[in-house]
Nanobody, 121 residues
Framework: QVQLVESGGGLVQAGGSLRLSCAASGSIFSINGMGWYRQVPGKQRELVASITKVGSTNYADSVKGRFTISRDNAKNTVYLQMNSLKSEDTAVYYC???????????????WGQGTQVTVSS
């Protein structure tokens, strides 16, 4: 099994910056793609950014040019640097990883517990 632990959320003023991190732990066999999603009450969870094992990235149109996703494969950790934050970025941010534990014969998606990001205007 793989566990994801997120950190870095909090309260920030519009125009400010915040850095989220997510570390994978447990009986990890392999982790492929990783990403960040966000969700607000009454809305479905949406993809914010994703990154492949070799570093190819993909971003939602709403965050392009402001957010940067990166990863450290040696630490099984993914980061999300958020700059020029807007009130519309307020949401619970969830870490996601496509991975497999040692006793699993397939890859599946794992989710973090979520971390609150609140942007005040």
């Amino acid at each position: 099994q793989v566990q994801l632990v997120e950190s870095g959320g909090g309260l920030v003023q519009a125009g400010g910056s915040l850095r989220l991190s997510c570390a994978a732990s447990g009986s990890i066999f392999s982790i492929n793609g990783m990403g960040w999603y966000r969700q607000v009450p009454g809305k479905q969870r949406e993809l914010v950014a994703s990154i492949t094992k070799v570093g190819s990235t993909n971003y939602a149109d709403s965050v392009k040019g402001r957010f940067t996703i990166s990863r450290d494969n040696a630490k099984n950790t993914v980061y999300l640097q958020m700059n020029s934050l807007k009130s519309e970025d307020t949401a619970v941010y969830y870490c996601n990883a496509e991975g497999s534990g040692w006793y699993e014969g397939y890859f599946r998606n794992y989710w973090g517990q979520g971390t609150q990001v609140t942007v005040s205007s």
